[in-house]
Structure formats: C-alpha cells, structure tokens
C-alpha cells in the first residue's frame, strides 16, 4: 500500500498512524474491526449482503469488514424447523449444534471478530450461538429477530445463560408485522441492551434514509 494513500482519513487528533494513514484505534492489532454477519432463514450469505440495508451499512462503516457466514445446513436455516412442524417443539439442547461449530470455526479461522450481527432467524440463532460458545463480542446486533421459542432445548440453553452481558442492539420496524412484537422478550436477554424501533421500516435491516439509522451507526461506532 503506497504511502500517499490515507485508508482511514478521520483519525482521532494526537493518535499515531500506520503507513496507511490508519490508527491503531482505528483498525485494532489485526486490522479492520471485524463483524460476524448472519443472514436470515432461507436466505443465502449473498442475498443478505446484496440488501439494502445492508449495502448502506457497509458503505457507512467502510472501515470495518464484513464477513457474511453461510449456514452448514440445508434449505439455508441456522435451526432447522421440528420434525413435526412448528407446532411441536423440540426440547433437544444440541439441536443447532451444526450451526454453532461452524460458527466456531468461522471464529477461529477468521477472527476475532468485534461484532455479530444477525437477521431475522440469523438474528434469532445470536442468542443461541453465544449461549454454546466460549466466544464474545464487544457488540451484538439483531435486526427483526426474535427467540426461537419452537426449541425449548435451545431456549432452556439460552435461559440458563442470560442475561448475556455484551453490549446489544435489538432493531424493529413498525410494519414488521409478525416480527415487531418478537423482540422486546429477544431484548430482554441482554443486560445492556439499546432497543431501536423504526417507524417506518419493515422486515429489513433498517436504510440510510430510516430515520433511526443514525442511532444504531452511532451505537455501532460508540466506544
């Protein structure tokens, strides 16, 4: 990288830089801030990072990297649904157990990572995931999630886990019909959770244009 190129031009006054105009605030000891991506339930890692929201807000937060997980199993589901349909929970505890050691080793290989944020069931498998896991996260974003209350195994993990104590952002749209009224109980899993309600937004991550979008960019960034 040539040395008249400034990657990180908003470096904090009295902070020292990199050959690429970066500090060490700025980009951390392993370079860019890294954060764990979860795409929704049968979505595809591309189609979550191909959405609106979503290109907004990697082009606001340029200087973190993204990295957008696709989950091991099949019909692109983090949890597969109960053999007998979703009126018949399971109670098994290992029943996301295929989603949680890729996730590890998606940690290992590419971590460490500064923030997990999920999508709708990608949203609902973070809660999981940090309850099975030794792994953690300065910051954790769910987006139009809620608590997969179909796996009474898994809810009874995250139960005995909670309250997590990561510092959480918990988003909801107001025409997300179905889905809004989900995540306060998604919420109340987190010690330190920011709650952000769009009134205009449905079931997506919320746009540049949302008039919500500034406060979780500026939760994002917040030391």
């Known amino acids: 990288m040539s040395n008249d190129v400034d990657v990180c031009p908003d470096t904090p006054l009295g902070e020292t830089v990199n050959e690429a105009g970066c500090s060490d605030s700025q980009i951390g000891p392993q370079g860019p801030l890294k954060i764990l991506a979860l795409h929704g339930g049968g979505q595809t ?21 993204f990295v957008f ?6 019909n692109n589901v983090w949890i597969r649904d109960p053999p007998g349909g979703k009126g018949q929970p399971t109670t098994d505890r290992d029943w996301a157990d295929t989603s ?3 996730l590890d080793q998606i940690v290992e290989q590419q971590g460490p990572f500064h923030g997990i944020l999920g999508y709708s069931q990608g949203a609902a498998m ?65 010690s330190d959770c920011t709650e952000v309600h769009s009134p205009s937004a449905g079931h997506h991550p919320p746009y540049q244009s949302d008039s919500k979008y500034t406060q979780i960019l500026n939760w994002i960034t917040s030391e």
């Open 45 to 65: 890692a591309n189609g979550f990072r191909s959405m609106q929201g979503m290109q907004d807000l990697m082009a606001s937060l340029s200087d973190y990297e």
């Open 69 to 74: 997980a696709s989950t091991p199993e099949s």
């Open 100 to 102: 949680i050691s890729y």
């Open 126 to 190: 973070i809660p999981v995931y940090l309850a099975n896991t030794d792994n953690t996260f300065e910051k954790v974003m769910m987006y139009n999630g809620y608590l997969p209350t179909t796996h009474e195994g898994l809810i009874d993990t995250i139960d005995e886990a909670a309250p997590f104590s990561a510092p959480a952002m918990v988003f909801s749209g107001e025409n997300d019909d179905g889905f809004k009224d989900m995540s306060p109980a998604l919420a109340q899993k987190f």
